[in-house]
Structure formats: structure tokens, C-alpha cells
């Protein structure tokens, strides 16, 4: 079989999938599948480094995960789905890695530093957390992924990952870890239903790939519109209006998205027409995924992120292996 490339993303599974994760990434792993050697991490271990106290959380929702990737089109045939915390390569290369990292540098990762801003950890920082970027080079180098198609967000994990595989193969004079780069251009962003930064989980502003069609039409009559627009006759806003981006993001009818920009711009067009064009919309997208997940078992889905993770195992097997042998850690009795 000829070689592929390969593409190495992961999501930490604190909660089940939206559309925010399909317009960010799940989109572009169905596209990506046929052309790539493509891993897909549950990246349980990373998730903990948050959720220590509430590991039940993280648990409950490898599975969840697991089926939203099912669901969308992912295909375990041609992707490899797998549980980090099945990996223990990964945690010896993070071992490895700490040592050509400083903290200094850890502290300037702008990520990590908005994390720590946001969480109040104050003077007290676990180590894990503040550690979780090395870990994440381990995740990218032990496949040897070249592209890891991420958000913006992730740049400064693969930047740090590449420093820490030109520090490898500099000071271990070897040519065994790879860099990655980042896949500019494939990850787009959609808003919260609030209008507020993004569709996130945590801001409870996200339409979920299973929310029912009753909570799917309450979020899309709920939406943020333009607060001026009072009377239906009344010029509205279509920048910044959450209808409008979500139509952007699901409407496939662009010439009809367009005359409809046009109309509401001018006035004559009330939100609730483009309300229930939405809801029309987003339902008959979310309805065939809600569906396919609910007719998967947990027994299907446990089986494939554990074949998942047999294989993902192996293959990061053979990087420890050529990491250990770089750094001179070989015990093997054919050496002495
Ligand atoms: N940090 C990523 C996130 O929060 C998840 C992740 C863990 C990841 N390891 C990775 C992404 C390796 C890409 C490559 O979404």
C-alpha cells in the first residue's frame, strides 16, 4: 500500500460534540480520511489534567465522542480512532521530552497563559497542566504526523512540538522525529448562538450534534439577531447576526443567502422567516446524525477505539523504541 501522510488531531472528551466542533474540525476529518493516514485521539489523559477530581466526567464521555465522530462520517476503516490513556508510549516520550523544554518557554505558551488566566490557579499551577503541551508534542511526534489540522488556538502546541523535535535531533544526533505543521485555512470558526466568541460547551451557547429537534429549534429561535432591527419594515444587521453566520456556515443555497442578505439589509424581512428557515435548515443536517448515533452500541463503540488504540499503540511503540536507542537507552543483552 502506498504511504500516506499522516494527520494527527485529538479533542478532549468533557462533553459531547457540536456544530461548533463540525465547522472546526469533524468537517474537515471526513474530508481528510480517504486522502490521509489519519489518527483521531480521545484525549482523555489531557482532559484529566483539568478534570482530575471528576474523573467519571471524562469517562462518561469517551463513548459520547466516540459516536459524535461515527455519527458525522467518520470511518473507522479509514481513520484511526483511539484512547490516549491506552498509549503508555506517549507518557515515557513526555518523560523524554520534559528534559529539552524549559519552564520559562512553558510559561510563554500564549494558550497555556490564557488557560491559566481564565482558571484562577493563581501561585498554584499543577504540574500537569502546565506540563500538557509536552505531552501534546508526544501525541503529534509518536505517529510521525506531519499535518496536524487544528484552530488557531493549537498553533503554539505545534510550534512547541517542532522545537522539541529539532532539540531531539540536534542533541541526540538523529533524524527520527518529524515536524509537523499546522493545515492553514481548512478550520473555520462559528459563533455561539449568544453571538459571544464561539460555540463552546463550557459557555452553554452550542447547538450539540444529539440535541433533540425541540431544544434545536428553542437555541435557533433564541438566537442573537441585530437588537435594532424592532419592526420587521426596519433596515437589519446581517454582520455580526448569529442567523446569518449559522446560514453561512449551513445553507447550501448561496444565491437564495445572498437575495436574502440583500432583503433583510433593506428591511421588509422579520427574524422569525429567517428563524424558521434555519431551524429547517439545521434539522435536516442534524436529524440523519442524531439518528446514526442513537443506533450505536456502546459495545460497537468501545470495540472500535479499542482496535483503534491496538493499533495506535504499536506505532507509537516503534518511536519510543527509536527515541530510547537515539538517547542511548538500549539494555538489550546483545550490547554488553
Ligand atoms: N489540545 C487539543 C484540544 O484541546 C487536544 C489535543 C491533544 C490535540 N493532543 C493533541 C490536538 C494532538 C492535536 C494534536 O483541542
Not at 43 to 53: G, I, K, M, P, S
Not at 112 to 125: D, L, M, N, T, Y
Request: charged share 25%.
Amino acid at each position: 500500500m502506498e504511504k500516506r501522510v499522516v494527520a494527527l488531531t485529538g479533542d478532549r472528551p468533557t462533553g459531547r460534540l457540536h456544530l461548533g466542533h463540525w465547522v472546526g474540525s469533524l468537517k474537515n476529518r471526513v474530508e481528510m480520511q480517504s486522502a490521509f493516514d489519519q489518527y483521531i485521539m480521545i484525549a482523555d489523559v489531557q482532559a484529566l489534567t483539568d478534570y482530575f477530581e471528576n474523573p467519571q466526567k471524562v469517562m462518561d464521555n469517551v463513548l459520547e465522542v466516540t459516536a459524535d465522530y461515527l455519527a458525522v462520517g467518520i470511518d473507522p476503516e479509514l481513520s484511526t480512532i483511539f484512547i490516549q490513556s491506552q498509549i503508555p508510549s506517549l507518557s515515557e516520550l513526555t518523560t523524554y521530552y520534559m528534559n529539552l523544554v524549559t519552564v520559562s518557554r512553558l510559561e510563554r505558551n500564549p494558550t497555556v497563559k490564557a488557560e491559566i488566566a481564565q482558571k484562577a490557579f493563581g501561585e498554584s499551577i499543577p504540574c500537569g497542566f502546565f506540563c500538557y503541551p509536552v505531552s501534546q508534542a508526544a501525541d503529534i511526534t509518536a505517529f510521525k504526523t506531519e499535518v496536524v489540522p487544528v484552530g488557531d488556538d493549537q498553533l503554539p502546541m505545534i510550534e512547541l512540538s517542532n522545537e522539541i523535535v529539532r532539540r531531539f535531533n540536534k542533541v541526540y544526533n538523529t533524524d527520527c522525529l518529524k515536524v509537523a505543521r499546522a493545515k492553514p485555512g481548512a478550520i473555520g470558526r462559528l459563533v455561539g448562538i449568544d453571538g459571544k466568541a464561539k460555540a463552546s460547551k463550557s459557555l452553554g451557547n452550542a447547538i450539540f450534534l444529539s440535541d433533540s429537534p425541540e431544544v434545536i429549534r428553542e437555541k435557533v429561535y433564541s438566537m442573537y439577531t441585530d437588537p435594532n432591527h424592532i419592526r420587521v419594515s426596519d433596515p437589519g444587521k446581517v454582520e455580526g447576526n448569529v442567523v446569518f453566520s449559522y446560514l453561512d456556515a449551513f445553507y447550501e443555497d448561496k444565491d437564495e443567502l445572498a437575495a436574502l442578505k440583500t432583503h433583510y439589509s433593506s428591511g421588509g424581512l422579520g427574524d422569525i422567516v429567517l428563524k424558521s428557515l434555519l431551524d429547517t435548515v439545521l434539522q435536516s443536517r442534524i436529524q440523519p446524525i442524531r439518528e446514526k448515533r442513537e443506533n450505536l452500541s456502546r459495545k460497537y463503540l468501545l470495540e472500535i477505539c479499542l482496535q483503534g488504540s491496538q493499533k495506535a499503540k504499536s506505532v507509537a511503540q516503534k518511536t519510543l523504541q527509536e527515541v530510547k536507542e537515539a538517547i542511548g537507552i538500549n539494555f538489550s543483552p546483545l550490547k554488553f
